[in-house]
């Protein structure tokens, strides 16, 4: 008999299968305060450091929105000077905010389709 999936696990292979579609070396889903709740990571990656990293992305982008009078953030880039990005997406799932986190390692690679189905399947997920 096969043992059923907990959450963390359907969520962890979610950011695994993104990965590897974007050729990502590692995602990280955190809460709002920046404490990992899944992540998918190649080898030589440390989720706890990206963890803590979106944590401090996410404290400036609510500092920035609350200042200057904007709505929810939809979307936070970091770039490097090699092309490199962070990418974070705040969601909601079940009144959960969330933000997932991804590293984009070429200038020219698309990831925002292969972010938005995670988090659709993210949300699904949560909901069970």
């Not at 359907?10 to 709002?32: C, H, R, W, Y």
């Not at 709740?37 to 500092?63: C, E, F, L, R, W």
């Not at 929810?72 to 959960?96: K, M, W």
Request: with cysteine; net charge positive; charged share 20%.
């Amino acid at each position: 008999m096969t043992k059923p999936k907990t959450g963390s696990t359907e969520i962890s292979e979610i950011l695994a299968e993104m990965n590897k579609q974007g050729n990502f070396p590692i995602s990280v889903l955190t809460d709002q305060h920046g404490f990992p709740i899944a992540s998918a990571a190649s080898p030589g990656q440390n989720a706890d450091t990206q963890s803590a990293v979106v944590a401090m992305v996410q404290k400036t982008a609510t500092q920035v929105s609350t200042k200057l009078g904007m709505s929810q953030t939809d979307e936070i880039s970091l770039y490097d000077t090699e092309g490199r990005r962070l990418v974070c997406r705040p969601f909601s799932a079940n009144q959960h905010d969330m933000i997932l986190a991804v590293l984009v390692t070429d200038r020219n690679q698309s990831y925002r389709r292969l972010t938005t189905q995670a988090v659709s399947a993210i949300r699904k997920a949560w909901k069970l």
